[in-house]
């Protein structure tokens, strides 16, 4: 018996034989013994798994029966790998070397691949035999590379699951900025828009990490573009730009465009006189960002209402992101939540504008493990007896709810929306990480995907730390209702 490639190659079967004679052992799936042995019409599955992969390394290892020899030649440099491989598991595993196969003119088939891909070939073919790798953090990119111009779909999925589960590495030069900009490049959206929510969701460690300055172009205003960043307050996200644009120096164009991405209005007037005075970035290019400088102090100047007669306050100068400073909201670690409701208080500023930085509001917080919705409440009449819930609530189901309330009303609260914001952080490889954004007006009841009450069952939850649901609240004032037509 014999197989038959492209090129009139033939492969002999016996191969398959040679490793099919293996030990293997007997698995019953149903049914039950009598005196004698198995019930009769009982199914069995006879497996050789384990031992059919072993055979397969050692074909690999020792090079018996090949018939192929793979030569990896390293592009700029003169490091050659010569590995022995067989036909028939290559073609079987990839269409791209069923292809080269077809077409080759002798035993030898040379592949040209860059130095970190030479160095992880070896692993890569092992995977093609064996179906399993052992890798490190800095070899995950060349493997995928690897998978991807080869065809391994399974190895590249594996791959994407691998470096997205370790975005939060900590290393010395960190990864998820250098794994974003290769699966932009590959063109592995899921790898891509997992490394690009990290990079949001947790942007102040990232400013400050050694990846920083290697951020590309295209990656930097897709970041500065974004309102869901999460980090301590716009003065930190522009000491960073600074620093970037210093690194890199770019063209004028690239430089005054990112600094036109830097929403000043939600920067103190007190820092933004600082920067004037001490930034040479600032300095450089202060006439490309003046307009937005001027009405930045004039929103600082005056009542957001005054100001929203005479300015378009919807664009994104004025909105706020998800900033972790004291003045926008408040940590809160709950302990055991799936035990009972907790409630805290805590303060912000009205808003970002320096009119209104005397102001305070408070806020109370509730936490509920158990949140049932008005439809699903017994209701009492005058009389005190309890009816049953409303029938149209009796689908659903009782969930963890977040909701979060003014202590009082106040006159300075008209014609201002407030966005309410929950963080939800994990822990990985760690570190505190956020791990979900939740949006809503008062309660997280407006939103169909928060918590569901197994999420906080166990210790072992991947949304608790150590048992606790680690929280973090923002409340950021939307002027957008503000916007009047100038007469």
């Known amino acids: ?129 064996c179906g399993e790798l052992t890798l490190q953090l800095y070899q995950a990119t060349p493997l995928h590379r690897l998978a991807t111009k080869y065809g391994i779909s399974s190895l590249q999925q594996g791959l994407t699951q691998y470096m997205s589960k370790n975005l939060a590495c900590d290393s010395v030069g960190g990864y998820v900025v250098g794994w974003y900009q290769y699966a932009f490049s590959v063109g592995d959206m899921t790898l891509r828009d997992n490394c690009l929510q990290f990079l949001s969701w947790n942007l102040s460690s990232v400013l400050q990490s050694a990846e920083w300055p290697s951020v590309s172009v295209d990656l930097l205003m897709t970041l500065l573009q974004r309102s869901d960043l999460v980090l301590q307050n716009e003065l930190e996200l522009f000491e960073a730009l600074e620093i970037w644009l210093t690194r890199n120096d770019p063209d004028t164009l690239t430089a005054e465009n990112a600094l036109r991405l830097v929403r000043y209005a939600m920067i103190p007037p007190r820092e933004l006189f600082r920067l004037q005075r001490q930034s040479a970035i600032m300095t450089r290019y202060h006439d490309s960002v003046r307009d937005l400088l001027y009405m930045s102090y004039q929103f600082h100047s005056a009542s ?64 509920s493990p158990r949140w049932l919705p008005l439809s699903m409440r017994p209701m009492y009449t005058e009389q005190g007896a309890m009816q049953p819930p409303r029938p149209d609530g009796g689908s659903a189901i009782a969930r963890p709810r977040v909701i979060i309330t003014p202590a009082t009303s106040s006159a300075d609260f008209a014609g201002v929306s407030f966005q309410k914001t929950v963080l939800i952080l994990t822990k990985q490889k760690n570190k505190l990480v956020v791990r979900h954004i939740f949006g809503f007006h008062q309660s997280t009841e407006e939103v169909g995907d928060f918590l569901l009450g197994e999420d906080l069952q166990y210790r072992t939850s991947e949304y608790l730390v150590d048992g606790s649901l680690y929280l973090h609240i923002i409340v950021k004032p939307i002027y957008q209702t503000l916007i009047a037509t100038k007469k």
């Open 1 to 129: 018996m014999a197989y038959l490639l492209g090129n009139g190659l033939l492969v002999h079967i016996h191969l398959l034989f040679l490793l099919l004679a293996t030990g293997s052992h007997v698995q019953p799936v149903h049914g039950g013994l009598r005196a004698e042995g198995l019930v009769e019409g009982t199914t069995e599955v006879i497996s050789h798994s384990q031992g059919l992969v072993a055979r397969l390394e050692g074909l690999l290892v020792l090079g018996n029966n090949s018939d192929i020899s793979l030569r990896v030649e390293t592009v700029d440099a003169d490091e050659v790998k010569v590995i022995q491989a067989h036909t028939l598991v290559l073609s079987l595993q990839s269409r791209v070397f069923e292809e080269m196969l077809r077409n080759r003119n002798s035993s030898m088939l040379v592949l040209r691949e860059t130095a970190e891909c030479t160095a992880v070939f070896e692993k890569f073919i092992r995977y093609l035999y």
């Open 304 to 367: 957001p209402l005054q100001l929203a007669k005479f300015f378009d306050v919807n664009c994104s100068l004025f909105v706020p992101r998800n900033y972790l400073s004291s003045m926008w909201g408040s940590q809160w670690v709950i302990s055991n939540p799936a035990r009972d409701d907790r409630s805290t208080s805590f303060q912000t500023q009205l808003g970002p504008s320096g009119f209104d930085s005397s102001k305070r509001v408070t806020w109370n917080a509730l936490f």
